[in-house]
């Protein structure tokens, strides 16, 4: 049912791109930033319930945060593509009874922060408010969120970040778009457009987009954790990052899948932290 739905999604695009490319584009573009899930439950709840909240802003956007006091560093964590701080749960327990403090973020249209949109550029900028008012010297991303991480590091070369993690971070950000378009079916009038579209909105290329490249100038101490058989995000994409982020080393997996949500991942969060 999923699988027919999408193709019916492409196909009603597919036409529309036929005669109104532009508005096919913003379909397309629509589609691909809006997430579906990723909102707080009542057990999520409970369990955020137990930080301080605080909300920022962003251009007039709210940006959740929850805060977990420690005598050691500070840890900013990031989620991922239709998820929320809650996702962080376990580790978050763990890195308190390690002394730890933990700050956690909820993305742009996921958990309580606000916009209706998402993307990695945006994430970025939450996390740049996010670190100016928490100050942390370690920060961990989780799929996209790893991605936003980079590029926040890339950009703004904040000397206070001593260390990074990424778990099952995407590096090139043509082959995330490449794997929707194909997901959808969508013409290559369609996906010429939707290139043009992103040019226009966010001002280079899909192929601009790279947590490779961004790592390749980021000097933090570097740990990235990929699982060999990740289906959302395909393992060859640590290796990419990994040969750019020379200052950083590679932990393969195999079996976790995505979420990397495991004990044995835990420990090499740990271990990392310690050294």
Request: glycine fraction near 6%.
């Given at each position: ?7 019916t ?7 529309t791109?036929?005669?109104f490319?532009k ?11 809006k997430?579906?899930?990723?909102q707080?439950n ?7 319930d137990?930080?301080?909240r ?31 701080s809650?996702?962080?749960q ?5 890195l ?15 958990g ?5 949109r998402?993307?990695?550029i ?6 740049k408010v ?15 969120g ?7 590091q ?17 590096s ?23 290139n043009l ?20 100038h ?5 740990l990235?954790?990929?699982d ?10 640590a290796l990419?990052?990994k ?5 950083s ?10 979420s990397l949500a ?5 420990n090499y ?7």
């Amino acid at each position: 049912m999923k699988l027919v739905l999408q193709k019916t999604i492409g196909l009603i695009i597919n036409f529309t791109g036929i005669f109104f490319p532009k508005l096919a584009a913003r379909m397309a573009l629509f589609l691909f930033t809006k997430p579906l899930k990723g909102q707080i439950n009542e057990k999520q709840s409970d369990f955020l319930d137990t930080a301080f909240r605080e909300e920022l802003t962003f251009n007039k956007m709210p940006i959740m945060t929850y805060r977990w006091l420690g005598e050691k560093e500070t840890i900013l964590l990031a989620h991922g593509w239709e998820s929320n701080s809650a996702r962080w749960q376990t580790l978050i327990t763990n890195l308190r009874k390690r002394g730890f403090g933990v700050v956690a973020l909820d993305a742009p249209a996921h958990g309580r922060s606000g916009s209706d949109r998402f993307n990695a550029i945006i994430y970025s900028e939450f996390i740049k408010v996010v670190s100016e008012r928490f100050q942390p010297n370690i920060i961990i991303g989780h799929s996209v969120g790893g991605m936003a991480l980079a590029y926040y590091q890339f950009k703004y070369q904040k000397e206070s970040i001593e260390k990074i993690i990424l778990l099952g971070a995407p590096s090139e950000f043509t082959d995330v778009l490449k794997r929707y378009t194909d997901m959808l079916g969508f013409s290559n009038r369609v996906i010429k457009h939707l290139n043009l579209m992103i040019k226009e909105r966010f001002g280079q290329y899909p192929e601009a987009f790279s947590t490779a490249n961004y790592s390749e100038h980021i000097s933090s101490k570097g740990l990235i954790i990929h699982d060999k058989k990740d289906r959302v995000i395909p393992y060859n994409d640590a290796l990419l990052i990994k040969n750019k982020y020379k200052n950083s080393r590679l932990v393969s997996t195999e079996g976790f899948g995505h979420s990397l949500a495991t004990d044995e991942v835990s420990n090499y969060i740990y271990e990392f932290l310690e050294n």
